[in-house]
């Protein structure tokens, strides 16, 4: 380190020393980073009455069958690694058809008839109401057993045998590339501000990107107390107004950015976004963050990962995505753009610093949380 | 150098051939001049001396040679009576032939060479001879002899002639050399002092490498040698202009450093272990990291601002990286590191902050503590044994540790509480009573250096005394462990020890003493420190054996038991 960059960041850590000690701030934010972040999934067995979509294995042998295949005869293709009775591989992937051309289902999935994958049903799926009306397409929350719960996304996703999981367990191919992002991925980071935490009142919340990478604790989770700087990038910077209650955070509905550099979850962007923060003893927080998503956004998630590792039938995700879209239709065709999302969110107390160094948000650390600091501007 | 010399040396790796075969066993043995010791190099003076040789650039893979064993508190006392075993004999074989291949690579053979061979696939003698008469002085730390000039040619002859390569000969002749005892060891020898009759001291090269190794923890450079083969290091004139001159280099943070970590024992990281389940913010990172924050602390303090030895106890100042700082609980505005090295950021804690000084350290707190949970038995042992220099006599065999070990008896959920209740077995009390006190001040840190308040929802109480000085918690113990004249003396006593590897004399005791007096007042400064030890009366001097026997205790030190 050059002497001359040594003394500029003894300078901004003296001052960060001084704004730590500060003994009369007025307010305290407190800084956490997204460890793990997912689609919201609350499996039920009444979700999927006829049995639901299964996973890459009963996708294939339905598309065998409808190729004239008995059941038997499609599992012994699918055990003999996709390789038919001559010796023939096929190529699930190029199932479609343009101009009578094999095509690929990934990049054109309206190149395949739509085979109507089975949607979840079922009382329970977590999110917010968004458009403020309970109907037959909605559903509660799980945790709040708020009624009006808009989540059309659940039921695209939810009758995929990688859906069929509840927290602590996570879909597994979201946790794959999550995992993977966490060593390469600038963090996601939330601030809380407010007049007093440990008290019921108006808060801020904030959502950023840092220009640090996840640091890791010795068992591989997100290291607590460790710091991030904020990228001052304004594009993932999503503010939003709310409420503490009991330890819960709630707020008003605003517009969500957040860009990343994941395989899954390239972009999240929503609109109309909720979130509900839940305060925990031990410093960390989860939290369910609920809006109206461009449906290709999410489709694209998973096309990249391709059905094999997707986990999902991905003809039937874009028509069933592009069926159930809920919001902001287009004015020409009337083709909804987004639907309704929810996502699960579980994040470490963390320091975020600003590009020069100044401390704005505190990591809350068990018993001996650091002295609170100034919330930023 | 005398047949008996060499013979003890061949004696030493006699597990190797090919070292045994550089040595002349069959000479007839001669009566010595005067004592030889053999203190083995460190692995980390093993690095230092090859980059110091043939450039920073040369890449040396893990050096496993065991760190041996303490002695008065020091491994660089252990270090005289390190042997080579056959493992560690290959190990060396493998990193010589890995250095001398990478020493005759073109971009540095064209640098250390100094001559060009008359052909590229032949011997050449007499530019190798210069090459490796050059090498020689440094690797031996003594010029070569004309047999020793005459063998390693003789290698390099053979090898190329074998190869047909020029490069092939230089690297079997230095590769030779890297694994003879005369590297490997720093080989001390004495002549009569002429200035005071009937009394032996190094000679001038072997002062040259004391002096280097204390110093710099290095070979001496050319100038070092050149008064060295002049004479002039061994007047009072010569010697004080060369330690003056070397205490100025850059290279005086080795020798710091090197000597730090012996006193500290961070040898102990090498086997430290902490739960990582129970401390998940103790990572590996913290664990690479801890003993370079003591010593980066240990160099900003001395060296840098040239400030009391005390003040490593209560200084705030010190440097850390995003693990330490997460470990703290502290924040640190990181640059975009993205895969970079892990930068040092100088970093200050607040006041009223509860780290202060080098025992709030993860180096001493976490070293000093048991895998899952904190021992302020084990913390207040390394501060009687590593920091006061007292002796800390170790548990009878039949003692019971059930009461201190149980973590779950609700009737005793903190230390201090399993603690008192174990040292009411007559036993057991005296030895808790010297270690309890200042480890019990320490456990507002938990095993992995975590600060806390309270231990299984039970509040900490920290307090206690030291030689009458009350203290409750780190700031105030460091501040009573700095005014200790004890403190002042331990480090004095163990510089001295460890510069000259051996235990101080009776007459060194009372000069020790003088000393350690003059720098209570005056305080405790490297290079002065430094300074006066090299330039002492006997620093040089090589003890007869009814001098050399070493008394238990230096000069100023107590025991743990009479101090408490």
Known sequence: ??????????????????????????????????????????????????????????????????????????????????????????DFRTRGQIDGKPASVTTFPQSYPDPHIETAQGRFAYGFDLDGQAGPNSFEDPETHQQGVDNQMWRVLGCFANYWVRRPVIPYNESIVWDTAMDSMPAWLISISGEDLGKDGPVTVTFDRALNVLMRDAVGSVLPGSSYTIDDDPRSHSVFKGQIKNGVVTVEPASFFMQGESQFYALLRLSQAQVRIYLKPDGTVHAVLGGYQPWLDYYHYLAIRGEGDGLVDLPGVYNAMKRLADANPDPATGQNRDISAAYYIEAAPVFQTSLDGRVVSTAYIGERAPAKVVASE | MSGAAKFLIAALVGVCTCVAAATDQSAPAAEPAGALYLVRLTPIQYERSIRDIFGSSIQIDVNRAAPGFRDEGLLALG???????????????????????????????????????????????????????????YLFRRPLSADELQTFVATQTAAAQRFASFDAGVRAALARMLVTPEFLFRVELSEPDQGRAGTQRLDAYSTASRLSYFLWDSVPDADLFAAAESGKLLTQAGLEEQVRRMLLSPRVEGGLRAFFSDMLGFDGFATLSIDSTLYPRFTKNVLEDADEQTLRTIVEQLLVRNNDYGTLFTTRETFLTPSLAALYGVPLPRSQEMGGAVPWVPYTFAEGDPRVGILSQASFLSLNSHPGTSSPTLRGKAVREKLLCQKVPPPPGNVDFSLVQDLNNPNFKTARQRLTAHATEAMCAGCHKITDPMGLALENFDTASGFRTKERGEPIDASGSLNGKPFNGIVELAQVLKEQPSTTACVINRAYSYGTQRKPTVDERKWLTELQAQLGKDGVRWRDLMQRVTLGPDFFAVPSQATAEPATQAPTQTTAAQSE
């Open chain 1, 1 to 90: 380190m050059g002497s001359k960059h040594t003394h500029r960041m003894h300078a901004a850590v003296a001052a960060t020393a001084l704004a730590v000690a500060a003994p009369a701030a007025t307010a305290e934010t407190r800084g956490y980073a997204i460890s793990l972040i997912y689609t919201a999934s609350y499996h039920s067995p009444e979700n999927c009455p006829q049995g639901g979509n299964g996973g890459p294995k009963e996708m294939k042998t339905r598309i065998l069958m409808s190729r004239g295949y008995s059941k038997e005869k499609a599992l012994e293709v699918i055990a003999n690694d996709d390789t038919d009775e001559k010796g023939n591989r096929i």
């Open chain 2, 79 to 137: 270090s005289r009576r390190l042997t080579i075993t056959s493992a560690e004999m290959q190990q060396y074989e493998k990193l010589a032939q890995d250095v001398a291949t990478q020493v005759v690579q073109p971009n540095r053979r064209a640098t250390l060479l100094g001559c060009k061979p008359a052909s590229e696939k032949a011997a050449d003698d007499k530019c190798a001879a210069a090459f490796l008469q050059k090498v020689g002085l």
